[in-house]
């Protein structure tokens, strides 16, 4: 955990509804860090470029971008792809989050997590995990990544969620039910 700052991870799967959390933290001004964005930009760097192309073949990078839909369709079929691309990714994306972190002149930094991993336990002082139905879950991606339900059942299952968190997150309901969730916990934690 960074030094005197509130580092809070916001997790969950594909479709739980990080995002609609974090937006709302963002609309109440609290500093919120995107590892999806962070992800994005990491896939930018010419070596990473290499590593992907080498790795899972050309096809993934065309005229120096990332393909990322057929990347995505590609690893997400098997779960030693999933390994392969996280060796790839997760120390770059842990140094840049760390220096976001760092360089932040918050004490409360919210950190949006899509796929987590215990390579970043050490920058965290609570896990928040966004919990929604699987059904719940595959229509949302379904619907807003223009996906097979296939698809959205593999992206599910490749991911890792945490068995030890410190709150959940419940996004069920309503949009208005979530933010009096989200309220509750920011008095809950005083934050």
């Given amino acids: 955990m960074t030094q005197n700052k509130r580092v809070i991870a916001i997790i969950g799967g594909i479709g739980s509804g990080k995002t609609q959390v974090c937006n709302y ?3 109440k001004g609290y500093y919120v860090i995107s590892a999806d964005d962070i992800s994005r ?19 993934y990078v065309v005229d120096g971008q990332l393909n990322r839909k057929a990347l995505r369709q590609y690893v997400f079929a098997d ?21 976001r972190i760092e360089h932040s002149e918050t004490d409360v930094v919210f950190v949006e997590i899509t796929n987590y991993t215990g390579l970043l336990d050490d920058m965290f002082s609570a896990k928040w ?3 929604c139905s699987e059904n719940n879950r595959i ?6 990544d223009n996906v097979t339900i ?35 916990l920011l008095n809950t934690n005083k934050l």
Avoid: W, Y
């Fill in 79 to 99: 779960m030693s792809r999933v390994e392969q691309l996280n060796n790839i990714f997760l120390n770059r994306i842990a140094r840049v989050l760390k220096e």
């Fill in 25 to 27: 933290l963002k609309g």
């Fill in 129 to 131: 995990l966004v919990e």
């Fill in 150 to 184: 296939k698809h959205t059942k593999q992206l599910i299952k490749a991911q890792t969620i945490p068995s030890a968190v410190d709150e959940i997150i419940d996004n069920n309901g309503t949009v208005e039910q979530l933010h009096s969730v989200i309220n509750q």
């Fill in 41 to 59: 930009g990491v896939a930018d760097c010419d070596e990473v470029l290499t590593q992907i192309a080498s790795v899972f073949g050309n096809q």
């Fill in 139 to 144: 229509k949302r991606v379904v619907f807003r």
